[in-house]
């Protein structure tokens, strides 16, 4: 067994609980216990529950019970008040504790269909494997990821969205953006995230809407066209969310099947379902802090 006596990257650790949740995902119904899984990862199951809980803040049970299909249904029931009160009480409110607090403003086509559009990029690490971050002049407009290393796949996903604009590399520029997304000691309501979205005027408010759906929640597609008024484009809002360029910060990893389905995403469903894990042990770390200063 390979037992790693130092502390890895956070996207080292991914890559472990990436190859496990694939594991689980396909042999679920057998129940496989955690020392199966460690070596169906190569670890020792010992230290395969301390990568899974130092990744995750729960342990490889709670993760996967976070997960499962009757727990979306659960933070289903809630989806229509969820985005009520969203909007009830705006993007600062109590729920939002654990949230990364994010200002946002749009471009108009007319915008970042110009020549002139300059668009900065860069790869950092992430709990999620390597992620591409890219920026305009006044914030974040892409966040992405790369799988198998393939840089030029992630950075040309980019390009395709905005095929006029000119790209250039500066991991320095990005850096700050990466560091302030990921980060969760950054999270803070005085110095939010600042992002751009670059989209039609449907695209954006269906994004906005996506901004209003606090961690460790969930809503469906066609509760987001009730929302915007169009109980009828369930489909065009998932088309919208389909073309989310800023994956994570704009959570449409939140958005799930009126069924409670994870239904697709466009970083892989592997992904989806480690980012709904990893924000559970978020909550959960918070709100068990919060329970033990009441």
């Known amino acids: 067994m390979l037992d790693m006596p130092s502390a890895p990257p956070e996207s080292a650790d991914y890559a472990i609980v990436r190859r496990a949740i694939e594991f689980l995902s396909t042999r679920w119904r057998d129940q496989p216990s955690v020392e199966e899984v460690a070596a169906e990862v190569g670890l020792s199951p010992s230290h395969f529950q301390h990568v899974f809980r130092r990744w995750a803040g729960l342990t490889p049970k709670a993760f996967l019970q976070a997960i499962t299909i009757e727990r979306a249904r659960e933070l289903l029931r809630n989806s229509t008040s969820v985005l009520d009160a969203a909007y009830d009480v705006g ?16 471009l108009t086509p007319g915008d970042y269909r110009r020549d002139d559009l300059t668009l900065r990029y860069g790869f950092h690490d992430s709990p999620f494997g390597e992620a591409i971050v890219v920026a305009a002049p006044r914030g ?11 840089r030029a796949s992630a950075l040309a996903d980019m ?5 006029r604009a000119q790209f250039v590399e500066d991991g320095e520029a990005t850096a700050p953006y990466a560091a302030r997304a990921f980060d969760s000691r950054q999270w803070r309501p005085d110095a939010p995230l600042r992002i751009v979205m670059i989209g039609s005027d449907f695209e954006v408010r269906v994004w906005e ?7 460790g929640c969930a809503t ?15 489909r065009a809002v998932g088309a919208a969310v389909g073309k989310n360029p800023i994956s994570f910060v ?16 466009h970083w892989g469903l592997a992904r989806k379902q480690a980012i709904i894990g990893w924000e559970a042990g978020r909550v959960a770390r918070a709100d068990g ?3 033990g200063t009441a």
Not at 91 to 106: C, I, M, N, Q, T
Not at 142 to 150: I, K, P, Q, R, W
Not at 220 to 234: E, F, M, N, Q
């Open 140 to 150: 974040m407009a892409g966040l992405g990821f790369v799988d198998e290393g393939d």
């Open 289 to 291: 802090a919060g329970a």
């Open 250 to 265: 704009v959570p449409c990893h939140r958005v799930l099947g009126r069924s409670g389905a994870l239904t697709g995403y």
């Open 159 to 163: 390009r395709a969205r905005w095929p």
């Open 209 to 215: 809407t996506l901004l209003s759906v606090p961690m």
């Open 91 to 106: 993007l600062s409110g109590p729920s939002r504790l654990h949230d990364l607090f994010v200002a946002h403003e749009a």
């Open 220 to 234: 469906t597609y066609s509760d987001i066209a009730v929302r915007l008024g169009k109980p009828t484009a369930a």
